[in-house]
């Protein structure tokens, strides 16, 4: 299971962007990687995923350098209700066991 | 939101009494999930099933068993409840017809606060 790294939290502004990086050396090559959302009191939320490059959708932004042992979720002109912890998540294809870790918990003040 | 219930949702027990945990699915999706959550620690997984009567160890699976008998059901089960597993339980859906399901969408459910005395 490749194991990831990620700041234990971040505090913004309303407005910001917000880049939260997630360290993944030992990546394998089949591995994807995926975030979460999760307020307080309710399950994760789905947020982006992606293998390589960069993915843009309607919330956030992922982006993948080449040797892909990183990844920097982006999220644009950030509100207070972006208040939330944030999970980077890679997993081996053929092991079921994917684990959230700890999270990166992301402050936005008014 | 996906049609996922858990139930109860706040349960208060004594240490060495047996709980068990519903999850319920609306959505006929293969994978359910279940994971607990502590602070400092994030979402863990503890048993997850492929189909019914399919079922796997995760990563934190000492002093809890689980069933499915049914695709809309999962149960986790604390044959004999410590202070330890005091925590929010969470189950989770997916997609998918193979190993790579763990890399679709999981949703998850509202949680349940357990708490053993």
């Known amino acids: 299971l490749a194991k990831t790294t990620q700041p234990i939290s971040m505090d913004s502004y309303e407005g910001q962007e917000v880049n939260i990086t997630c360290s993944h050396n030992n990546i394998a090559t089949n591995d994807y990687i995926t975030w979460y959302q999760q307020f307080p009191s309710q399950g994760p939320r789905f947020i982006i995923q992606?293998?390589?490059t960069k993915v843009t959708n309607e919330v956030a932004s992922l982006f993948i350098p080449a040797d892909r042992k990183s990844s920097t979720l982006s999220l644009p002109r950030v509100s207070l209700s972006d208040t939330a912890v944030y999970y980077c998540?890679?997993?081996?294809?053929?092991?079921?066991?994917?684990?959230f870790g700890a999270g990166t918990t992301v402050t936005v003040r008014a | 939101d996906a049609g996922i219930t858990q139930s109860p949702r706040h349960k208060v027990t004594e240490t060495g009494t047996p709980v068990t945990l519903r999850c319920h699915q609306t959505e006929n999706h293969r994978y359910m999930y279940w994971y607990r959550q502590d602070p400092g620690h994030g979402l863990r997984l503890i048993h997850y099933s492929y189909g019914v009567k399919d079922t796997d160890k995760g990563e934190v699976s000492d002093g809890y068993s689980v069933s499915r008998s049914k695709t809309e059901d999962f149960l986790l089960t604390l044959e004999s409840a410590t202070s330890s597993q005091t925590s929010v339980y969470f189950c989770a859906i997916s997609e998918g017809t193979s190993g790579r399901a763990l890399y679709n969408e999981q949703f998850f459910g509202p949680g349940t606060r357990l708490t053993v005395l």
């Open positions: 998540l890679v997993g081996i294809s053929n092991d079921y066991k994917l684990s």
């Open positions: 992606g293998y390589k």
